[in-house]
């Protein structure tokens, strides 16, 4: 990797990985148990797309910075980091109508898998290994990661409309991880995530357009300005993932950050506002525990070295 990247000086020097992927598992973790306040405040879910778009770029620019601007102009590099961001920034958009038209505790469950796409193709593709600790870990995360989701309690919607839709999202998302374990092979962390903010506001007039503005919104300080506020966690995670990738195998990234985010928002769930999980929740954090103690645990011989 060219130029100085954040925090190097403070990693360590033989798993750099793990520290970005635990750092993405504790901002996506804290802001899974946020998220739900802009809705509650009268914020719609459209508008918290534009808001996160915009608080995309003040990490872009500080990582640009970080690299003296150096930004990678090829067609490669452009290709990579667009089919990153649209990829992500699509599959967000099309969240939001399924879960208008399907019920969330089967939407969630469908798309949390999408770590199995990202397996699939790492191994397939990229001949990605791990040692058994790692493939233990794999598998224990992705029976974790529907479980997490799973909440019974109201019947289904007819129609197959929003499963398909799912799976849709479930595929954008895997193959884009797979795409950021790619791309980081040749093109700079820091130029994958500039043009990854720019997929992000190509989409947010999209967004924009689908907005009610005949409902009440609410444009106080508890509307946009702490979901930007919320938004920032999100949008810093995803710099920290494309740096997990860059230094740590796929196959090993997709699912803690999976399975830990869940298990982080589902603690501070439990702690700030006393939820208690059902009986399959409380299945999928134990299992989602144990699996990312074991990804942690996989011996270093195991680790994917760092891309140069």
């Not at 500080?62 to 090829?74: D, H, M, P, Q, T």
């Not at 720019?198 to 924009?208: K, M, N, Q, R, S």
């Not at 929740?281 to 990804?295: E, M």
Request: charged share 10%; hydrophobic share 55%.
């Amino acid at each position: 990797m060219s130029g100085p990247s954040i925090g190097t000086a403070s990693l360590s020097h033989k798993r750099p990985w793990l520290v970005f992927a635990l750092a993405t598992v504790v901002l996506w973790g804290v802001w899974g148990a946020l998220a739900g306040l802009s809705a509650q405040h009268g914020f719609p879910d459209t508008l918290v797309y534009c808001v996160w778009s915009l608080t995309m770029i003040p990490p872009a620019l500080y990582i640009l910075w970080r690299n003296g601007w150096k930004l990678e102009r090829s067609p490669r590099a452009v290709a990579y980091g667009m089919t990153i961001g649209l990829l992500g920034a699509g599959g967000q958009m099309l969240l939001f109508h399924t879960l208008t038209i399907g019920p969330a505790y089967f939407v969630f469950p469908i798309i949390s898998l999408s770590p199995v796409v990202t397996i699939a193709l790492s191994f397939l593709l990229l001949r990605e290994r791990t040692g058994w600790l790692g493939t233990l870990g794999i598998v224990l995360a992705l029976v974790a990661l529907p479980l997490l989701d799973l909440s019974f309690g109201r019947s289904a919607t007819e129609g197959l409309g929003w499963f398909l839709q799912s799976l849709l999202i479930m595929l954008a998302w895997g193959v884009q991880a797979y795409f950021m374990r790619l791309a980081n092979h040749t093109v700079s962390a820091e130029s994958i995530f500039f043009y990854m903010t720019v997929g992000a506001l190509l989409l947010a007039p999209v967004a924009w357009a689908m907005t009610d503005f005949s409902q009440p919104i609410n444009l106080g300080l508890d509307g946009p300005w702490v979901t930007a506020g919320i938004q920032l966690l999100n949008a810093i995670g995803a710099l920290t993932l494309v740096y997990a990738f860059r230094h740590g195998k796929a196959i090993v990234v997709a699912p803690l950050t999976n399975a830990g985010a869940p298990l982080v928002t589902a603690v501070l769930s439990l702690i700030f506002a006393s939820v208690v999980p059902g009986p399959l929740k409380i299945v999928g954090l134990v299992l989602a525990l144990v699996a990312s103690l074991l990804l942690v645990l996989e011996p270093e011989r195991d680790a994917a070295a760092p891309l140069t």
